[in-house]
């Protein structure tokens, strides 16, 4: 690697869309990257915003970059806040452990704070070195976990609720925004209207499979290789742990994997009682400006309902 004189970052670089498009992100992560993927995650626009792309060049070389998808969050006062999301930040191979990323998530805060966000966000487990960068930086750290079935383990218990097939309907994100509003209030992520959502949660890049379960919850699956992601889950709070256990248990049943992601304590305890692992992480969020600094902070005493489809 050359001299550090001699890195830059370009925001939304022309004429290098074969260094940074799929053969890039495949070989920086080492699982395979589809052209539906790229689109969905790094071209895919949200309220008329697509993401902007941030490449770290050493030379005519890129070595580092990451995404930023301008996104909405809804705290419990009712504030909406436009937040970035940092999407597929990766380093090549060859370039790791040099402070690549440390330039790249540098740039992704500044370009943050010129597009006027209150946060920059990462999600991130425990031992992540995103989430290394976004604590230095003085990031607040939102506890999260990342649920999985351990190989296809039958999953515990008596499963009390039926499954059936459903279509989505309009007004699914209606009543799960209302929810977020009804006491306990929790913040999450704002959909302005049904195509956000729809495009957020149903239109992505595996084919999703749109569920009812029991009287009142309805849930979204990706069908992601061998696992079953559970990417959306709305229903009565009675039902709700029940309804993860019929989602695991039929994950089980078909012989696949199963995956959500929660910043909900409730749905721990749950996934530890079916015997799932519960990966410990963080949604971390830094305020790019120093005004923002306070609002930011104070997000860390918030209940929060985050759920894999959130994520980028």
Known sequence: MSGDTELRVLVNPQGIDADIGVVFLTRCFGTRWTEAMYRWYLQ???????????????????????????????????????????????????????????????????????RDCTALLGFVTADNATGR???????????????????????????TLRLCSANVADGWPAQASA??????????????????????????????QSLRVGTTCRALIECVGDTDRLQWLDGDERERAAAIRAIAARAHRRRRHFFMYSTRPGDVAVAR????????????????????????????????????????
């Open 179 to 208: 929810r977020l509003r009804s006491p306990p209030l929790q913040a999450g992520f704002h959909y302005p209207d049904v195509s956000a959502w729809r495009s957020q949660m149903v239109d992505r890049p595996h084919p999703v």
């Open 44 to 114: 895919r626009s949200f309220g008329g915003e697509t993401p902007d792309r941030l490449m770290l060049m050493d030379g005519e070389r890129v070595v580092a970059g990451c995404g930023l998808a301008y996104r909405l969050l809804r705290t419990p006062d009712g504030t909406v806040h436009r937040v970035s999301v940092v999407v597929a930040a990766c380093t090549v191979p060859g370039e790791r452990g040099r402070g690549c990323y440390a330039h790249v998530l540098q740039a992704a805060v500044d370009r943050s704070a010129l």
């Open 133 to 159: 960068g976004l604590r230095r930086l003085g990031a607040t750290a939102v506890p999260s976990a990342y649920i999985a079935s351990h190989d296809v383990s039958r999953v515990p218990g008596t499963v």
């Open 273 to 312: 009682r079916l015997g799932l692992v519960a990966t410990p992480g963080y949604l971390m969020a830094l305020a790019p400006q120093t005004r923002h600094e306070p609002t930011v902070r104070h997000w860390a005493t918030m209940s929060w309902h985050v759920q894999s489809g959130d994520r980028m």
